[in-house]
């Protein structure tokens, strides 16, 4: 079946610092989303990202899309507490038969110390 | 109009108890999800309809569970006879698009089951 590995687990970092997520894939991807999660809250959707090597960019945040579509990564350049929640990538396996099944990564916990 | 919309949003259950969960999905969404969350972990696809047809259940974890949107628009989600390992949020979500990856799914605020 599909298998997404999302590391870090957790990251604790100092407001100012940079903060990074990777989400890794055994299979080809189709394409790759991020969701934003805050403490209580429901996933909210950040960007999608499509083709291969892709490199997208929200003010602080930049994602990428690995040249193999296998990768992605989510960069949040001088964090804020605003950025504390739980961040995922959720992905459709490339040719897979499951048309509906987005499938999500267990999420990287990102708590910033002001 | 508002996004996704779920009830209740707070539900417990007696073990064996049969549950029913609502989801108003985005007015002329095409897709709906629903997906299970435990605490601290990702959420797990349940079940996706296209419109009224229920074209992928791989993920319901037994035939405890069943899922319905007969009109194509709101989704019911029950399940049977509930036991502890039920407890968790329940989400549901909708996407303008058909499949899934296709457009961003836009998520209601969950019910959060305990099965006591």
């Known amino acids: 079946g599909q298998q997404v590995m999302q590391i870090p687990q957790y990251q604790h970092v100092q407001e100012g610092e940079d903060f990074t997520t990777y989400c890794n894939s055994s299979?080809?991807?189709?394409?790759i989303q991020w969701y934003k999660q805050r403490p209580g809250g429901h996933p909210v959707f950040l960007i999608q990202?499509?083709?291969?090597?892709e490199v997208k960019k929200q003010k602080r945040l930049t994602f990428q899309f690995g040249e193999a579509k296998k990768n992605s990564s989510l960069h949040i350049t001088a964090t804020q507490t605003t950025d504390v929640g739980t961040y995922f990538c959720?992905?459709?396996?490339?040719?897979?038969?499951?048309?509906?099944?987005?499938?999500f990564g267990q999420g990287t916990i990102l708590t910033v110390h002001p | 109009g508002a996004g996704v919309s779920q009830s209740p949003r707070y539900k417990v259950a007696k073990r064996g108890q049969d549950v029913a969960l609502r989801c108003d999905p985005i007015s002329g969404h095409v897709s709906l999800f629903w997906y299970q969350q435990a605490l601290g972990q990702g959420p797990e696809f349940l079940t996706y309809f296209q419109n009224e047809a229920q074209l992928d259940k791989s993920g319901l974890p037994s035939d405890r569970f069943f899922a319905e949107r007969p009109e194509g628009s709101v989704s019911t989600l029950k399940i049977q006879r509930t036991q502890q390992e039920d407890s968790a949020v329940y989400l549901c979500?909708?996407?303008?698009?058909?499949?899934?990856?296709?457009?961003?799914?836009?998520f209601g605020n969950g019910t959060r089951l305990t099965v006591t």
């Open positions: 990202l499509v083709k291969s090597g």
């Open positions: 979500a909708s996407s303008l698009e058909r499949g899934a990856g296709n457009s961003p799914l836009h």
């Open positions: 299979t080809t991807l189709s394409n």
């Open positions: 959720a992905v459709r396996r490339s040719g897979g038969t499951s048309y509906g099944k987005l499938t």
